[in-house]
């Protein structure tokens, strides 16, 4: 399989994207938008773990698959 198409189909990857695209559109609406800024970024602080978590608990399935011989 082609490196490229496999990150792409990647899990962890298309939320990592996911949520650098999300932290960019807030920050920029941060930047312009003086008067929502902090509620934006206490949003931004409560989603970011979720999304870590996923890709842990992402990460950890496949390595358990791989353990097994079945992935």
Known sequence: MN???G????RKFLLL????????VVFA????????SSD???LIAIYQPVFVAI?????V???????SGRG
């Open 3 to 5: 490196p490229i198409t």
């Open 7 to 10: 990150l792409l189909h990647s």
């Open 17 to 24: 994207i996911l949520d650098t695209v999300i932290s960019t």
């Open 29 to 36: 609406v941060g930047k312009w938008a003086q008067a929502a």
């Open 40 to 42: 934006i970024a206490t």
């Open 55 to 59: 890709i842990v608990a992402i990460s």
């Open 61 to 67: 399935e496949d390595a358990a698959l791989k353990r």
